[in-house]
């Protein structure tokens, strides 16, 4: 209730103003607020929210009365609404018992006041001096008191009744404010959390839309406290993530052991070595981003590690690390130093935080790489020993059958058992399940699709990256910050404390006013300071200490007659804007002063008697002499200091000594203050073209000068908007120069840049698209979205760099099936950390997230389908682009020089570079079966003793030689093409029995028992690609001599060579890998290694007789075709004779160099097939094989092969 026997300006106890809380009204139809229902609904909404409240009592201004006898307090005073105004100035008892003709009364007479008010005549002291100055011109009804000068400047929106509105008949009031009799503080923070946060603010279509209570900061600290949650949620998913893809939680412990470890050192050196004081919050952000890389390094090592126990179990540890850190460890140190380098970048920004959070980053990034060398090795070798003890222990113990009766234990209940036999059997479907699923997709859809679509990846992310650059950079481009850094955004746009920041803000007068907007912008001119910033610059806190010029000098005549006519030359510019007869009063500039010290000094009489010089008289011409000008400057100040007519800003310094220190001279200018960027653009750019033309012609002494003015948020978002675009480009240029330092290859290195400037524009493009405004937090991001999307590319990079084929779908193929699957599983963890992410109410916590999923997803599509996509057009083979050092030179010839280095590591799918020998078997020097050492090496000495010529070695060279891991040239393309196919029985079947004999036997035992295992009854061949006649003659004994010298040989060879297999893919390889076929075919002058060549002979049809076996038939799918055979090993040279060998007789077979030796005849195969698990423990099954041989020429056909054999299921 309002008091009704106190004059209007005593009901509201005092005026409103910045130090009181205040809410926001909004129409939520977007009607007009002034009308009787809007404010009636306001009025209930504060007494209904917020004088409700018990706190409120205790908080709120009491009305204070006078009495006779004191005075008196007559409860909380009425807020300062719209609805008490007008219940004030139509004398209504109340805001709920206005009427709608009081409310039309009062419009009229707002309308009549407004166009003063705007103008600028009608202001707070025209009550109490009605008559003195403008105030003289406004209607009596409008300055009767302060009631319609309020509701003007405080409480309705600048729009309504303003100068384009005013006329209308209906003016729209958008938004209305209300002040809260209670002041701003921590101590609102009980009351907006008990009644208006989360809370349904809405009533009869009118809602609180904006707040400000002054406990943004205070309320910052406890959303971060609460919603710490998220960030917590986000890494147990990602660890979770890591324990199912390695199953093993020591390995994930370690891991968020060795990013804790990384974490603290940086910090030490941050602190320590770099002695960085400040440290911003947003560097806790670093645990999420290390975290992250340092799973996909964990998955990668993890993933080579299990090929190499699949492919060479017996390997030692020794040569399996030292595999591991060849190629993995090379991998990660590349990937972390482009990563680090990256992130480094971001030093270049002149914003504090950005290069703080910069600095701590790239150091943590760096360490982490190098401590993942050291600690990823030292966990899997700990973990494989634990594994070998613990299944030593168990056998040790002895095997005990699981479902042995316990008379008092868990397992009398049967149904128990069967429950979780159930229940294991279920997982371990669903595991295998999930492997087979992974495996089809990882190994055979994402190569497939990538190299059969890559025209279409291309074009499609070639225009992503033109868009998203042209969104960036051009248009519409990120949009600039139009707040102070003081009132930084915290909560996301919709939070009622961010609206009134960013919008309702600028709506109203009295907050424009304050903040200076729409008000004549003032230009200062200073000499004598230098602008030099000599405090840390690492800390926002420092502010150093001011500079002064020693060489100014503003006393000398040059100097006095420059600054004289720069008065003139500055009133002649159209920005300046002359003082008002109000500003005149209070001198509001000093541009002209020592116009004004002339003009001072000729007024001044002096007499005959009186110094002149010491009295600065009129006698006096100009210039003056050094030290009387300074001395008369400052007696005119002091006089008119005196009289109160010193001006508010710049002016005269002096030293303690009486000595002209600096000189700031101001001056009002025709612009008035916007946030608006291109208009202070503008204004900034025409005065300093202006001050340095006036600048190149002063005198000595006031050639150092330099202006200031209200330009903060203007230089802030100039930083913002061409720092940050510098910075994102000078971390792709360096990841350039990292790429290319770590491959030492040009195309890769340019293909990978390409691929990392265009994740980074896309994501910015994206962040464009969601309408971010680039601030700080938004520019220290932009600035690490090269070193996160790099990590992908350089993993992708290596990985083709290291491929050991020759052609650029092999490599591709490779480094998909290699590196596919850890960058999806981490791209995918980094999604799933990002939707945790975003419920937070924090803005730090929530674009951290959106930021994060962004970028690592954009990366990831960029390195798997773009760069990849690329690389299968352009990419580099063998040595092309390859920067070759002079010192390296000899070593890469020696290298290229061994034979089969290269040829033979590609065709039987090594992995390795073309320039170093890499096997995975166990026997060093690559040979390719395990005991084929030791028969090189007696050729190599009885090489040695045959009278100087060497072994020769000649290699045949079937249909799929020169097959690539393109799915164009593999075996599941060409089955669905219509080429015509060719049935061969002639190749016959080593079983997989033979691997399993020792060389450690007498050689006649040897060699008896492989002939018995290796050979077959011949097949009949309909056609065949490497022979020309259908059937098969019958052999010459001293051909069969030879025959059996070439069987016992390549038998010997598969001795030992026993091969595991699982169910699991684990080729990083294609059909070349898959489909081994080994070709060597090797003559020697020295006599059989054989002891008993007639047994030998005698023993070889019997057992064709006696061996009989079963083909079958190969019904796999399209992709399942790669793995249908997975080793296909020449075993047998059949030295069928021709017709000149026939025509011979029994003469000695006689070797010729380059012609085959006429031994092109007859070809077996030794056909190593994937044995896959069954449930049946302990039996064979017999089934026919046909195996099929892809043709690399699509104008020929594909070769079919029958064979008999046996295949060993296990379970």
């Given at each position: 209730m309002?008091?009704?026997?106190?004059?209007?300006?005593?009901?509201?106890?005092?005026?409103?103003?910045?130090?009181?809380?205040?809410?926001?009204?909004?129409?939520?139809?977007?009607?007009?607020?002034w009308?009787?229902?809007?404010?009636h609904?306001?009025?209930?909404?504060?007494?209904?929210?917020?004088?409700s409240?018990?706190?409120f009592?205790?908080?709120?201004?009491?009305?204070?009365?006078?009495?006779?006898?004191?005075?008196?307090?007559?409860?909380?005073?009425?807020?300062?609404?719209?609805?008490?105004?007008?219940?004030?100035?139509?004398?209504?008892?109340?805001?709920?018992?206005l009427?709608?003709?009081?409310?039309?009364?009062?419009?009229?007479?707002?309308?009549?006041?407004?166009?003063?008010?705007?103008?600028?005549?009608?202001t707070?002291?025209?009550?109490e001096?009605?008559?003195?100055?403008?105030?003289?011109?406004?209607?009596?009804?409008?300055?009767?008191?302060?009631?319609?000068?309020?509701?003007l400047h405080?409480?309705?929106?600048?729009?309504f009744?303003?100068?384009?509105?005013v006329?209308y008949?209906?003016?729209?009031?958008?938004?209305?404010?209300?002040?809260l009799?209670?002041?701003?503080?921590?101590?609102?923070?009980?009351m907006?959390?008990?009644?208006?946060e989360?809370?349904?603010?809405?009533?009869?279509?009118?809602?609180?839309?904006?707040?400000?209570?002054?406990?943004?900061?205070?309320?910052?600290?406890?959303?971060?406290?609460?919603?710490?949650?998220?960030?917590?949620?986000?890494?147990?998913?990602?660890?979770?993530?890591m324990?199912?893809?390695?199953?093993?939680?020591?390995?994930?412990a370690?891991?968020?052991?060795a990013?804790?470890?990384?974490?603290?050192?940086?910090?030490?050196?941050?602190?320590?070595?770099?002695?960085?004081?400040?440290?911003?919050?947003?560097?806790?952000?670093?645990?999420?981003?290390?975290?992250?890389?340092?799973?996909?390094?964990?998955?990668?090592?993890?993933?080579?590690?299990?090929?190499?126990?699949?492919?060479?179990?017996?390997?030692?540890?020794?040569?399996?690390?030292?595999?591991?850190?060849?190629?993995?460890?090379?991998l990660?140190?590349?990937?972390?130093?482009?990563?680090?380098?990256?992130?480094?970048?971001?030093?270049?920004?002149?914003?504090?935080?950005?290069?703080c959070?910069?600095?701590y980053?790239?150091?943590?990034?760096?360490?982490?790489s190098?401590?993942?060398?050291?600690?990823l090795?030292?966990?899997?070798?700990?973990?494989?020993?634990?594994?070998?003890?613990?299944?030593?222990?168990?056998?040790?113990?002895?095997?005990?059958?699981c479902?042995?009766?316990?008379?008092?234990?868990?397992?009398?209940?049967?149904?128990?058992?069967?429950c979780?036999?159930?229940?294991?059997?279920?997982?371990?479907?669903?595991k295998?399940?999930?492997?087979?699923?992974?495996?089809l997709?990882?190994?055979?859809?994402?190569p497939?699709?990538?190299?059969?679509?890559?025209?279409?990846?291309?074009?499609w992310?070639?225009?992503?990256?033109?868009?998203?650059t042209y969104?960036?950079?051009?248009?519409?481009?990120?949009?600039?910050?139009?707040?102070?850094?003081?009132?930084?955004?915290?909560?996301?746009?919709?939070?009622?404390?961010?609206?009134?920041?960013?919008?309702?803000?600028?709506?109203?007068m009295?907050?424009?006013?304050?903040?200076?907007?729409?008000?004549?912008?003032?230009?200062?001119?200073?000499?004598?300071?230098k602008?030099?910033?000599?405090?840390?610059?690492f800390?926002?806190?420092?502010?150093?200490?001011?500079?002064?010029?020693?060489?100014?000098?503003?006393?000398?005549?040059?100097?006095?007659?420059?600054?004289?006519?720069?008065?003139?030359?500055?009133?002649?510019?159209?920005?300046?804007?002359?003082?008002?007869p109000?500003?005149?009063d209070?001198?509001?500039?000093?541009?002209?002063?020592?116009e004004?010290?002339?003009?001072?000094?000729?007024?001044?009489?002096?007499?005959?008697?009186?110094?002149?010089?010491?009295f600065c008289?009129?006698?006096?011409?100009f210039?003056?002499?050094?030290?009387?000008?300074?001395?008369?400057?400052s007696?005119?100040?002091?006089?008119?200091?005196?009289?109160?007519?010193?001006?508010?800003?710049?002016?005269?310094?002096?030293?303690?000594?009486?000595?002209?220190?600096?000189l700031?001279?101001?001056?009002?200018?025709?612009?008035?203050?916007?946030?608006?960027?291109?208009?202070?653009?503008?204004?900034y750019?025409?005065?300093?073209?202006?001050?340095?033309?006036?600048?190149?012609?002063?005198?000595?002494?006031?050639?150092?000068?330099?202006?200031?003015s209200?330009?903060?948020l203007?230089?802030?978002?100039?930083s913002?908007?061409?720092?940050?675009?510098?910075?994102?480009?000078?971390?792709?240029?360096l990841?350039?120069?990292?790429?290319?330092l770590?491959?030492?290859?040009?195309?890769?290195?340019?293909?990978?840049?390409?691929?990392?400037?265009?994740?980074?524009f896309?994501?910015?493009?994206?962040?464009?698209?969601?309408?971010?405004?680039?601030?700080?937090?938004e520019?220290?991001?932009?600035?690490?979205?090269?070193?996160?999307?790099v990590?992908?590319?350089?993993?992708?990079?290596?990985s083709?760099?290291l491929?050991?084929?020759?052609?650029?779908?092999?490599?591709?193929?490779?480094?998909?099936?290699?590196?596919?699957?850890?960058v999806?599983?981490?791209?995918?963890?980094f999604f799933?950390?990002?939707?945790?992410?975003?419920?937070?109410?924090?803005?730090?916590?929530?674009?951290?997230?959106?930021?994060l999923?962004?970028?690592?997803?954009?990366?990831?599509?960029?390195?798997?389908?773009?760069?990849?996509?690329l690389?299968?057009?352009?990419?580099p083979?063998?040595?092309?682009?390859?920067?070759?050092?002079?010192?390296?030179?000899?070593?890469?010839?020696?290298?290229a020089?061994?034979?089969?280095?290269s040829?033979?590591s590609?065709?039987?799918?090594?992995?390795?570079?073309?320039?170093?020998?890499?096997?995975?078997?166990?026997?060093?020097?690559?040979?390719?079966?395990?005991?084929?050492?030791?028969?090189?090496?007696?050729?190599?000495?009885?090489?040695?003793?045959?009278?100087?010529?060497?072994?020769?070695?000649?290699?045949?060279?079937?249909?799929?030689?020169r097959?690539?891991?393109?799915?164009?040239?593999?075996t599941?393309?060409?089955?669905?093409?219509?080429r015509?196919?060719?049935?061969?029985?002639?190749i016959?079947?080593?079983?997989?029995d033979?691997?399993?004999?020792?060389?450690?036997?007498?050689?006649?035992?040897?060699?008896?028992?492989?002939?018995?295992?290796?050979?077959?009854?011949?097949?009949?061949?309909?056609?065949?690609?490497?022979?020309?006649?259908?059937?098969?003659?019958?052999?010459?004994a001293?051909?069969?001599?030879?025959?059996?010298?070439?069987?016992?040989?390549?038998?010997?060879?598969?001795?030992?060579?026993?091969?595991?297999?699982?169910?699991?893919?684990?080729s990083?390889?294609?059909s070349?890998?898959?489909?081994?076929?080994?070709?060597?075919?090797?003559?020697?002058?020295?006599?059989?290694?054989?002891?008993d060549?007639?047994?030998?002979?005698?023993?070889?049809?019997?057992?064709?007789?006696?061996?009989?076996?079963?083909l079958?038939?190969?019904?796999?799918?399209?992709?399942?075709?790669?793995?249908?055979?997975?080793?296909?090993?020449l075993?047998?040279?059949?030295?069928?004779?021709?017709?000149?060998?026939?025509?011979e007789?029994?003469?000695?077979?006689?070797?010729?160099?380059?012609?085959?030796?006429?031994k092109?005849?007859?070809?077996?195969?030794?056909?190593?097939?994937?044995?896959?698990?069954?449930?049946?423990?302990?039996?064979t099954?017999?089934?026919e094989?046909?195996?099929?041989?892809?043709?690399?020429?699509?104008?020929?056909?594909?070769?079919?092969?029958?064979?008999?054999?046996?295949?060993?299921?296990?379970?």
């Amino acid at each position: 209730m309002l008091a009704r026997d106190s004059s209007p300006d005593t009901f509201l106890c005092d005026s409103p103003g910045e130090r009181l809380a205040q809410l926001v009204f909004r129409s939520e139809n977007s009607a007009s607020l002034w009308s009787l229902k809007a404010i009636h609904a306001m009025c209930e909404v504060e007494q209904s929210r917020i004088r409700s409240q018990a706190q409120f009592q205790d908080l709120c201004q009491q009305h204070v009365r006078g009495e006779a006898e004191g005075t008196s307090r007559s409860g909380c005073c009425p807020s300062w609404s719209l609805g008490n105004y007008l219940a004030v100035l139509t004398n209504a008892s109340c805001c709920l018992s206005l009427t709608s003709h009081q409310v039309s009364e009062s419009l009229n007479l707002l309308r009549k006041c407004a166009p003063y008010y705007h103008e600028g005549h009608l202001t707070e002291s025209c009550v109490e001096r009605p008559k003195h100055g403008g105030c003289s011109s406004v209607p009596s009804r409008c300055k009767q008191s302060r009631v319609v000068f309020q509701i003007l400047h405080f409480l309705v929106d600048k729009d309504f009744l303003g100068p384009q509105t005013v006329e209308y008949q209906i003016p729209t009031l958008k938004y209305s404010l209300l002040f809260l009799p209670i002041d701003k503080g921590e101590h609102m923070m009980e009351m907006y959390m008990s009644s208006l946060e989360g809370r349904d603010l809405t009533h009869n279509n009118t809602s609180i839309t904006g707040m400000d209570f002054g406990i943004k900061q205070t309320l910052f600290k406890y959303y971060l406290a609460r919603d710490s949650v998220y960030p917590v949620l986000a890494v147990v998913s990602l660890l979770f993530t890591m324990a199912l893809y390695l199953h093993s939680l020591f390995i994930v412990a370690l891991s968020a052991i060795a990013i804790t470890g990384s974490l603290l050192t940086s910090y030490f050196f941050y602190k320590v070595a770099f002695r960085l004081t400040f440290f911003p919050l947003v560097n806790l952000s670093v645990a999420l981003i290390l975290l992250g890389s340092c799973s996909n390094q964990v998955f990668i090592f993890a993933d080579f590690w299990n090929l190499q126990l699949s492919q060479n179990p017996s390997a030692s540890l020794e040569k399996r690390v030292n595999r591991a850190l060849q190629e993995v460890g090379y991998l990660i140190l590349a990937s972390g130093l482009t990563s680090s380098a990256a992130f480094f970048s971001g030093y270049l920004s002149s914003i504090t935080a950005i290069r703080c959070f910069s600095v701590y980053l790239g150091t943590a990034s760096f360490i982490s790489s190098i401590l993942a060398l050291v600690w990823l090795p030292c966990s899997f070798i700990l973990r494989e020993r634990y594994t070998e003890a613990s299944s030593a222990s168990v056998a040790a113990q002895g095997w005990k059958p699981c479902c042995s009766k316990n008379t008092s234990g868990f397992w009398d209940t049967s149904s128990r058992k069967r429950c979780l036999f159930t229940l294991g059997q279920k997982l371990r479907e669903l595991k295998r399940g999930l492997s087979d699923t992974s495996n089809l997709l990882f190994m055979k859809i994402l190569p497939c699709g990538v190299v059969k679509f890559r025209y279409i990846w291309v074009c499609w992310f070639a225009v992503l990256a033109a868009g998203g650059t042209y969104m960036s950079c051009i248009d519409p481009g990120m949009k600039l910050p139009t707040l102070d850094s003081r009132v930084a955004q915290l909560f996301r746009s919709s939070h009622p404390f961010e609206r009134y920041d960013a919008e309702y803000r600028h709506m109203f007068m009295f907050e424009r006013q304050r903040n200076g907007e729409d008000k004549p912008v003032t230009l200062m001119l200073v000499w004598g300071v230098k602008p030099t910033d000599n405090g840390d610059h690492f800390n926002p806190k420092s502010n150093g200490s001011l500079v002064l010029d020693p060489y100014f000098n503003m006393s000398g005549p040059d100097a006095q007659v420059w600054l004289r006519d720069l008065c003139g030359r500055v009133q002649n510019q159209s920005f300046y804007s002359p003082p008002s007869p109000e500003d005149k009063d209070i001198m509001a500039e000093n541009i002209c002063l020592v116009e004004q010290l002339i003009h001072w000094v000729s007024v001044r009489r002096c007499s005959e008697s009186d110094d002149s010089l010491h009295f600065c008289c009129n006698d006096i011409p100009f210039p003056y002499p050094p030290s009387v000008f300074e001395n008369c400057l400052s007696m005119m100040l002091a006089e008119r200091y005196a009289e109160g007519h010193l001006a508010h800003s710049g002016g005269l310094y002096f030293q303690p000594d009486g000595t002209a220190a600096a000189l700031v001279l101001a001056f009002k200018t025709t612009y008035l203050y916007s946030f608006n960027f291109s208009r202070t653009s503008h204004f900034y750019r025409e005065i300093l073209t202006w001050f340095n033309r006036e600048i190149s012609g002063a005198p000595q002494g006031l050639e150092n000068g330099w202006f200031i003015s209200h330009l903060s948020l203007f230089d802030l978002q100039q930083s913002l908007s061409s720092e940050t675009l510098v910075v994102a480009g000078f971390s792709v240029a360096l990841t350039f120069a990292l790429l290319l330092l770590t491959t030492w290859n040009i195309p890769l290195s340019i293909y990978g840049t390409v691929a990392v400037g265009g994740s980074v524009f896309v994501t910015v493009g994206l962040l464009v698209l969601l309408e971010w405004q680039l601030s700080g937090i938004e520019a220290l991001f932009i600035s690490s979205a090269a070193g996160l999307s790099v990590d992908f590319i350089a993993n992708y990079c290596i990985s083709y760099s290291l491929a050991p084929h020759s052609d650029r779908i092999g490599k591709v193929a490779h480094a998909t099936k290699r590196m596919g699957c850890p960058v999806a599983i981490v791209s995918g963890a980094f999604f799933s950390m990002g939707i945790i992410m975003l419920p937070a109410t924090a803005l730090l916590f929530r674009k951290l997230g959106i930021f994060l999923f962004l970028v690592k997803c954009v990366a990831c599509g960029f390195a798997t389908f773009f760069f990849q996509s690329l690389c299968c057009f352009f990419g580099p083979q063998k040595n092309c682009g390859t920067i070759t050092l002079p010192c390296f030179s000899d070593h890469m010839e020696g290298t290229a020089a061994e034979p089969g280095s290269s040829a033979a590591s590609a065709a039987n799918g090594a992995f390795g570079r073309s320039r170093v020998r890499r096997s995975y078997d166990k026997e060093a020097g690559g040979y390719l079966y395990p005991n084929h050492q030791r028969p090189q090496r007696q050729k190599q000495a009885g090489a040695g003793e045959g009278g100087g010529r060497g072994p020769e070695q000649y290699e045949l060279q079937p249909l799929a030689y020169r097959l690539s891991d393109s799915f164009e040239n593999s075996t599941c393309t060409s089955k669905l093409s219509n080429r015509p196919s060719v049935l061969s029985d002639e190749i016959e079947y080593c079983g997989k029995d033979a691997g399993r004999n020792s060389m450690d036997g007498d050689h006649e035992e040897m060699c008896s028992r492989q002939r018995k295992i290796c050979q077959a009854p011949p097949a009949l061949q309909t056609s065949s690609p490497y022979k020309e006649n259908t059937l098969r003659p019958a052999g010459l004994a001293q051909d069969d001599v030879v025959k059996d010298k070439l069987l016992c040989k390549t038998c010997r060879g598969h001795s030992g060579g026993v091969k595991h297999w699982s169910n699991t893919s684990f080729s990083s390889s294609s059909s070349l890998e898959e489909t081994i076929i080994s070709h060597t075919m090797e003559t020697i002058d020295q006599p059989s290694l054989c002891k008993d060549e007639q047994t030998t002979e005698e023993s070889l049809p019997h057992h064709r007789r006696s061996s009989k076996g079963h083909l079958s038939s190969l019904s796999q799918s399209s992709c399942e075709g790669l793995e249908d055979s997975n080793d296909t090993c020449l075993s047998d040279i059949d030295p069928g004779p021709s017709n000149k060998q026939q025509n011979e007789g029994e003469e000695e077979v006689q070797f010729q160099p380059g012609h085959l030796n006429g031994k092109r005849d007859t070809l077996r195969l030794s056909l190593k097939e994937t044995v896959y698990e069954t449930c049946n423990k302990g039996r064979t099954s017999q089934s026919e094989e046909v195996v099929i041989i892809p043709n690399s020429k699509p104008d020929l056909p594909d070769v079919w092969i029958k064979r008999d054999g046996q295949r060993e299921d296990t379970c």
